[in-house]
């Protein structure tokens, strides 16, 4: 996606992007503003853009002593769930700017306050000095930790076309990653369900389900699914494979859903690993924030192989962020 600079048809103010040839404000974009509102709904995930660009926006407003205000909205994902090890060194970029897990279980404003005062505003690369800004947060009224995106009471208004609804925002990180393979699996990107889906034509749905079943993932269920995609790469063929659910979100891992999936597809299908030499792995590296995980996985597509790995930094990551709860 690429957004251009427009001008807004009812006030005349002109509009700049920040999702085109330019992801952080230029001084002109700046000039004449007291204070720069952030008012925007995400989705909890480090992977989407919404956080990153956040940073970007509290860098050049902190490089030009310009106040920020974060309107604070609720994560879908709850403010519990934290997935997923910390992004290294030499592995920053937009989709993973700053040193947090994947599921990282705070709000935006608090999200905003943790990597303004713990120096993890360091650019797109994550390789600048970081910049503090002047930033002042709006709490909610109401919201708990606790709360996934239906216990609020709120309507859903989508924040990009394919996170329709919460059940596709706990399915980005659920499926997102898988996403990223090239000519892999469809998660149900360009169907009425997207993120809540692996299938592809060559899988037996049925085999499937029952070997993924067999693994015992906990909170997790699926069940067999048949749909053809009204857009995409897989537009009009008939895929198979399995919908996901959590039953029990608390106790399931959501991040490590994709990886029992891509287990059970190389157990049945050894000619379909995504990983093959010469094959285009897109974003997933970015993604993971880790080369480990593909490097390990690879090896033996063992879910047990990559667990603790993806685990470690999450304790501490809650201690430190507790710091910074703004809700109880």
């Known amino acids: 996606g690429h957004i251009s600079d427009s001008r807004d048809a009812l006030t005349g103010l002109p509009v700049y992007s920040l999702y085109g040839s330019t992801r952080e404000p230029s001084d002109e974009m700046l000039s004449g503003i007291d204070v720069m509102v952030y008012d925007i709904q995400d989705v909890g995930a480090r992977s989407y853009t919404f956080i990153s660009t956040l940073g970007l926006v509290m860098r050049a407003c902190g490089r030009l002593g310009i106040e920020v205000m974060v309107l604070d909205r609720p994560n879908p994902l709850g403010g519990e769930k934290v997935e997923g090890c910390l992004v290294e060194d030499g592995q920053h970029s937009f989709v993973s700017q700053f040193k947090i897990p994947y599921v990282y279980g705070l709000t935006v404003g608090e999200l905003a306050m943790l990597i303004n005062e713990e120096g993890l505003n360091c650019g797109q690369k994550g390789n600048l000095p970081h910049v503090k800004c002047e930033l002042s947060v709006v709490p909610m009224e109401g919201w708990h ?14 924040p990009s076309p394919n996170i329709p609804s919460p059940t596709a925002a706990a399915g980005y990180p659920s499926a997102g990653v898988i996403g990223e393979l090239p000519d892999y699996l469809n998660v149900g990107v360009g169907y009425t369900i997207p993120f809540q889906t692996f299938a592809a034509e060559w899988v037996d749905a049925q085999k499937l389900k029952e070997l993924l079943d067999s693994y015992e993932i906990p909170g997790t269920a699926f069940r067999t699914i048949h749909y053809k ?74 879910v047990s192989d990559i667990a603790g790995y993806w685990h470690k930094d999450e304790a501490s990551f809650k201690e430190l962020s507790a710091g910074y709860y703004l809700y109880d």
């Open 145 to 158: 930790r606790w709360m996934r995106y239906n216990d609020t009471g709120l309507p859903w208004i989508l």
């Open 229 to 302: 995609p009204t857009s995409g790469p897989c537009a009009g063929k008939l895929l198979h494979g399995v919908e996901f659910f959590y039953t029990d979100y608390e106790n399931a891992c959501i991040t490590l859903t994709q990886f029992y999936v891509m287990q059970a597809v190389a157990q049945l299908y050894p000619g379909r690993r995504p990983f093959a030499a010469g094959k285009s792995v897109g974003l997933f590296d970015k993604v993971c924030g880790t080369d480990y995980v593909k490097s390990v996985f690879q090896r033996t597509y063992k």
